[in-house]
């Protein structure tokens, strides 16, 4: 059993007492639930950097990465630094996170927020909805394409933009379908947590122009994007590098001066 499978059963049980505790009905009310969303993927074709910084406290290949920083100081900074989007984990067991980490960042900047979750169930779409989500996150390694196909086009429904994520050329060929708008290429191979620009290189041609190509994971540099550009890539998922830190929108903001030069 891998990491992955691993936190897929621990969020299956995950959902299920939700859903008991919060019904739809209720994340319906949600005054953020009429709220007109933010595409991201809109904001990283017209961007020079592309870059999607992320909260993120701790993860299960690094353990801790920062547990002292609040996640409104962290949303401000990085919209000051002028990046296209926020990502925020709301992982509670794996990552540190909570849903009340999307809702503080939401009301803290106006970024396109990412609900980065191991999302297994319709449900969590309404949840990401109602806590203020402009964009959900897809893994293709833990839904089948009935899955991928049935939650982005549910996400369509409640516009929100979808972003798939894959880590091979498996993955990618069960996902592909008009209702994804950014695919995203996980650099970290998640049974051995080693990462490679590789795979972003190698899955690249075969991804369809109609999505913005996202490379996620080992981007911890300006040469790393400068390296991924030339393949297609407008996107390019960073966390831990900011994170690390203990001004993450400052480190943000040095890192897309640098590179925008």
Same mark, same amino acid.
């Given at each position: 059993m891998n990491i992955l499978d691993k936190i897929t059963l621990d969020k299956r049980k995950e959902v299920e007492l939700r859903k008991h505790l919060i019904p739809v009905s209720q994340l319906e009310q949600s005054v953020l639930f009429e709220r007109q969303?933010? +595409?991201?993927a809109k904001k990283l074709r017209n961007s020079k950097s592309g870059i999607i910084a992320e909260h993120k406290r701790r993860s299960p290949s690094k353990s801790v990465i920062n547990n002292t920083l609040? @996640?409104? #100081? @962290?949303? $401000?900074? =990085? &919209? +000051?630094?002028g990046v296209c989007g926020m990502s925020v984990l709301t992982d509670g067991k794996y990552f540190g996170g909570s849903l009340d980490d999307l809702l503080t960042a939401r009301a803290s900047? =106006?970024?396109?927020?990412? /609900?980065k979750e191991f999302i297994i169930d319709e449900y969590q779409l309404i949840e990401a909805k109602a806590y203020g989500a402009d964009v959900i996150l897809l893994i293709a390694a833990i839904l089948s394409r009935d899955e991928?196909?049935?939650? +982005? &086009?549910? *996400? $369509?429904?409640? !516009?929100? #933009?979808?972003?798939? &994520? @894959?880590h091979n050329e498996e993955e990618l060929h069960k996902s592909v379908?008009? +209702?994804? #708008?950014?695919?995203? @290429?996980? !650099? /970290? !191979?998640l049974k051995t947590f080693e990462v490679s620009l590789e795979t972003s290189k190698s899955l690249s041609e075969l991804i369809p122009n109609d999505f913005v190509k996202v490379s996620e994971s080992g981007i911890s540099?300006?040469? *790393?994007?400068? &390296?991924?550009q030339p393949y297609g890539y407008q996107g390019f998922l960073i966390g831990e590098n900011f994170m690390k830190t203990d001004n993450p929108g400052e480190s943000a903001t040095k890192f897309i001066k640098n590179l925008e030069r």
């Open positions: 969303t933010i +595409s991201l609040n @996640v409104q #100081d @962290v949303a $401000k900074g =990085y &919209e +000051s630094a900047c =106006y970024l396109p927020l990412l /609900r991928i196909k049935q939650f +982005s &086009e549910f *996400a $369509k429904l409640l !516009n929100l #933009d979808v972003l798939l &994520e @894959v379908m008009p +209702s994804l #708008d950014m695919l995203g @290429v996980n !650099n /970290r !191979n540099n300006i040469e *790393a994007i400068k &390296e991924l």
